[in-house]
C-alpha cells in the first residue's frame, strides 16, 4: 500500500543522514556531498508530485470504464477473485482514497468503502465530488416483457443490489444518494412490481426496495440513461413451458482455455463440455425450446464476451456445463452452483435429477464466485457433471450415452423447476 505518509518519510530521511555525513568530509568529497543533496532535493520534488494527485483533495475522481466493472467488499481473494459486491454500469461516478496493487479503494458514502480494478477506473478531474446528490421523482411501468423503475438522480450513483425470497424482494442501494423523491408514480402496465418505496438508511445511502408478485425471481438488470436510474424487471413468463422459453447454454471453456484432464484418459474438459453441451441443445429442441448456444466449435471466449453474448440474447435461463477436478482422486460427484438466492431453486431440481444417474451428491453451493454465475438478469445454473480427475467419474464422462443421460436429466431439471413455480 502507497499512502502519503510512507512518501513523506522516506523522502526526508536522507537529508537527515547527509547532515551527519557532512562533518567527516571535506574537498573532493564535498562536490559529491553536494549533488547527494541535490538528488535529494529532486527526490523530494519527484515524491510530493506522485503524490500530489491524492493530496490535493485527498481523492482521485473519476468515472467506470471498461467490461464488466464490479466492485469487491475486501482484499480477499481465491481463483474465482475477490467477493463480489456488484457488478457496475460503465461512466458511473467514483472516489478514489487510496491504490492497493492492482485495485483502489473507492470511498461510496461517508461509511461505505469497496475496492474496484484500476482497469475499470478512468480518472476525471475535472469531477468535483459532492458530499451528496439528490434523488428526485420515479415512473414505474410496463412493457409486454419488463418492468420499469426510472429514478432521476443528480450524478450518476454507484449501487449494489440484493435477492430476497419469502417474499420476494429486490432491495437497491444507491451511494451518496439523499431522498428528494415525494412522486412515485406508477402505472397499471406494471406486471412484476407489487410495490416499490424508498427508505433513507443513512444519511447518503438511499435505498430502493421493490416486491415482486411471484415468488420466483426471473431477473432484473440495473443501468443507466442519462442521469436516471433503470431497474428493469423481468416478468414471469405468462406460459411455463420450454417451447415457450429461450434457454441458453453454455459449454465452459473453449479455444485456449482447455480445463482440466481426465486423470488417466488425458481428454479436455473442453471438449467435452461441448459433446455435453450438443446433447442438452438436441434435448431441449425436441422440447421445442429456443436455444442459444453461446459456443459450438472450439473457441476462445472470454467470460466476459459470454456475458456479453447473453446480454444481447435476453434468454430466460442460463445453463453452464462444466467438468470437475480435484487434487483428491477419490473425491467425485456431481454439483450444482448458483450465487444469488433467487436463482436457487433451479439448480436444484437440476441436482435432484442428476442425482438419479447414479452419481455422487457433490451438493448445491450458494454465493458462487463464477462469472456466468454472476449476471442477475436471468435465473441461471452452473453443473459441474462430474469429476475428471477420479477414475469411476471419468469412464462414464467418456461413454457418449452418458451425454445423453445427463442432458435428459438436466431437462427434467428444467421442468420439474417450471412445475413448481406459481403462476
Ligand atoms: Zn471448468
Not at 510512507?6 to 536522507?14: A, H
Not at 458514502?109 to 477506473?121: C, D
Not at 436457487?344 to 463464477?370: A, H, V, W
Amino acid at each position: 500500500m502507497l499512502t502519503l505518509s510512507t512518501l513523506y518519510e522516506n523522502s526526508v530521511k536522507p537529508l537527515k543522514c547527509s547532515v551527519i555525513i557532512r562533518i567527516k568530509v571535506s574537498g573532493v568529497y564535498a562536490i559529491l556531498l553536494f549533488m547527494t543533496r541535490l538528488l535529494t532535493v529532486f527526490g523530494i520534488i519527484y515524491c510530493l508530485q506522485a503524490g500530489a494527485q491524492f493530496s490535493k483533495n485527498e481523492y482521485l475522481p473519476g468515472r467506470t470504464t471498461g467490461t464488466l466493472p464490479h466492485l469487491e467488499y475486501g482484499l480477499g481473494y481465491d481463483r474465482l477473485g475477490g467477493a463480489k459486491m456488484t457488478f457496475l454500469d460503465t461512466n458511473i461516478v467514483m472516489k478514489v482514497v487510496d491504490s492497493i496493487k492492482e485495485v483502489y479503494k473507492v470511498q461510496l458514502s461517508k461509511y461505505h468503502f469497496a475496492y474496484l480494478p484500476k482497469v475499470n477506473f478512468k480518472a476525471d478531474n475535472s469531477i468535483k465530488i459532492q458530499p451528496y446528490y439528490l434523488t428526485d421523482r420515479w415512473k414505474v411501468y410496463g412493457d409486454d416483457k419488463y418492468d420499469y423503475i426510472k429514478i432521476t438522480l443528480d450524478e450518476q450513483l454507484p449501487y449494489r443490489s440484493i435477492q430476497q425470497i419469502n417474499p420476494s424482494k429486490i432491495v437497491v442501494d444507491i451511494f451518496g444518494a439523499t431522498s428528494n423523491t415525494n412522486w412515485i408514480t406508477q402505472f397499471s402496465t406494471v406486471k412484476e412490481i407489487k410495490n416499490t418505496w424508498c427508505e433513507q438508511i443513512e444519511d447518503d445511502v438511499f435505498r430502493v426496495i421493490i416486491e415482486l408478485n411471484h415468488e420466483q425471481h426471473w431477473g432484473y438488470s440495473i443501468y443507466y440513461e442519462e442521469k436516471k436510474l433503470v431497474i428493469r424487471i423481468k416478468q414471469q413468463p405468462p406460459i411455463l413451458e420450454l417451447e415457450k422459453l429461450k434457454v441458453a447454454i453454455d459449454a465452459g471453456h473453449g479455444g485456449e482455455n482447455e480445463g482440466t484432464r481426465g486423470v488417466t484418459s488425458r481428454v479436455l474438459e473442453k471438449k467435452y463440455t461441448l459433446l455435453f453441451a450438443k446433447e442438452l441443445e438436441k434435448v431441449l429442441q425436441e422440447e421445442k425450446a429456443t436455444v442459444f448456444m453461446i459456443r459450438e466449435k472450439d473457441t476462445t471466449l472470454s467470460i466476459a464476451e459470454r456475458v456479453a453474448m447473453l446480454k444481447e440474447q435476453q434468454p430466460d435461463i442460463l445453463i453452464s456445463i462444466h467438468l470437475n477436478s480435484s487434487g483428491f482422486d477419490t473425491v467425485r460427484g456431481t454439483s450444482t452452483y448458483y450465487r444469488y438466492i433467487g436463482f436457487r431453486p433451479l439448480t436444484q431440481t437440476i441436482l435432484k435429477r442428476m442425482l438419479e444417474l447414479g452419481l455422487e451428491d457433490y451438493g448445491n453451493t450458494g454465493s458462487f464466485n463464477f462469472g456466468l454465475n454472476g449476471p442477475t438478469d436471468y435465473p441461471n445454473c452452473m453443473v459441474e457433471v462430474a469429476f475428471l480427475s477420479n477414475k469411476e467419474d471419468e469412464r462414464r464422462i467418456l461413454d457418449p450415452k452418458f451425454h445423453k443421460h445427463v442432458a435428459e436429466k438436466i431437462v427434467a431439471g428444467i421442468k420439474d423447476w417450471l412445475k413448481n413455480i406459481h403462476q
